[in-house]
């Protein structure tokens, strides 16, 4: 992260407050769009729908431009949240991050460890470990956002934060686990098109298009790697300045990086994520079998999201209250963290990524990988709005001396 805190600049609120607005309502469009894959994988026209995905349109699939082209947008627009918040919003100073941040790695590491001991005998599955560690910032804020005002805004900051350290973990894991075979001389070049983005940032350069020529070049070269084509988004978005642009320090796009997130957010919320939700939630339920949903593939992912964040999100942030290293979040009671750490299972979009790139090549274990997901992201929905609405609507929150 290349750039200090944006001093002067329009503070994160409102921006933190319109993305709540624009993910919850996103939720709800991806959650349309997976009902209407499963729709779709198992209606007459299953065959044209599996073989829409299948078409070539150059030298990818649809499917495969989807999760490596688009995917790489989306992955560009976190990188550009995760910075934006780290330096200067949320997740600014490390008091602000105790809490999410420390409940983020409980949700991510017990969910693994959960999976981890359902597979530990099939080497097989058992690189899925990650598959139920994400959280569906969408999603999650799209149920949210049913139950109004009786969820303090506080909580819905939290879950936001919390999943946005979430993504982070994700991209790293990513990274470093789920990469094939290496092309040195493309990673090579890519190095040298991050040194030139880079050098954009440190030489002032405020226009976005230079930035985003290169980063194309860098998706074209990071794809040939044989690193996943998305962390190309993320370290394209590292480099984007987020001084202000000179005279324009209160303005909606001081920064480009402001101006690229502002232009993004409808698109990811509304279009990307949506449509790949529609590409790979279709689970055709044809051949499933009932030893399918008893499979320890299956078990491991829908009881990692469940329980696992449940323990994980819930059990990390208790502790780090109990010991005096964070407050609960204002307005918010006992009861609503619970119900907030079991919205935290919903890991529908990131964890089916992750899991088509665990199993690639596989499709059967690619959907019970489907079935887990779907399963417990309805089971930790389902039971995370239960909990939210017989929830006290307001407990004073027990504030440190």
């Keep these: 992260m290349l750039d200090g805190s944006l001093s002067g600049a329009r503070r994160p609120f409102s921006m933190l407050r319109d993305m709540l607005d624009n993910e919850a309502a996103g939720g709800l469009v991806l959650m349309a769009a997976a009902a209407l894959a499963l729709v779709l994988a198992n209606s007459p ?8 995905l299948h078409a070539h349109l150059g030298p990818l699939s ?3 431009w989807i999760n490596d082209g688009l995917m ?12 934006r918040e780290f330096l200067d919003g949320q997740l600014a100073s490390w008091p602000r991050r105790a809490l999410p941040g420390i409940a983020a ?51 819905k900051v939290f879950l936001a934060a919390l999943a946005i350290i979430d993504d982070l973990g ?28 880079v050098g954009l940032n440190r030489a002032g350069v405020l226009r976005l298009w230079p930035y985003l020529l290169l980063g194309a070049v860098l998706w074209v070269l990071v794809l040939r790697s044989g690193v996943h084509a998305t ?7 590292l480099t984007i300045p987020l001084q202000a642009a000179p005279g324009r320090p209160d303005a909606m796009d ?6 690229l997130e502002h232009g993004l957010h409808r698109c990811v919320a509304f279009l990307i994520v949506p449509v790949f939700g529609l590409a790979n939630a279709g689970l055709s339920f044809a051949g499933l079998t009932s030893e399918a949903l008893v499979d320890h593939l299956t078990l491991g992912v829908a009881l990692g999201l469940v329980a696992g964040k449940l323990i994980g999100v819930f059990g990390s942030a208790a502790l780090v209250i109990r010991l005096g290293l964070a407050d609960l979040p204002m307005g918010a009671g006992w009861l609503q963290m619970v119900g907030v750490s079991l919205l935290c299972g919903i890991g529908f979009t990131m964890s089916l990524f992750i899991g088509m790139l665990a199993f690639a090549g596989d499709p059967l274990l690619q959907d019970e990988v489907k079935v887990g997901i779907l399963l417990g992201s309805l089971a930790a929905g389902l ?4 909990v939210l609405r017989v929830a006290p609507r307001e407990v004073p929150a027990p504030r440190r001396r």
């Design 383 to 386: 039971a995370g709005w239960g």
């Design 62 to 64: 649809v499917q495969h």
């Design 231 to 237: 962390i190309a988004g993320v370290a394209l978005a």
């Design 254 to 259: 001081a920064s480009p990086l402001h101006r």
């Design 105 to 155: 790695a409980g949700g991510m590491a017990v969910p693994a460890l959960i999976y981890a001991a359902f597979n530990w005998n099939d080497p097989g599955t058992l690189r899925g470990w990650a598959i139920p560690s994400a959280t569906d910032i969408a999603f999650a804020l799209g149920v949210l956002s049913l139950l109004g005002d009786r969820v303090p805004s506080s909580l």
């Design 72 to 83: 790489a947008i989306f992955f560009l627009f976190v990188g550009l949240e995760i910075k």
């Design 170 to 197: 994700a991209v790293l894991i990513i990274a470093v686990f789920y990469t094939g075979s290496l092309s040195v001389l493309d990673l090579g070049l890519a190095a040298v098109v991050v040194a030139a983005l």
């Design 45 to 52: 026209l299953s065959e044209a729908y599996f073989g829409a």
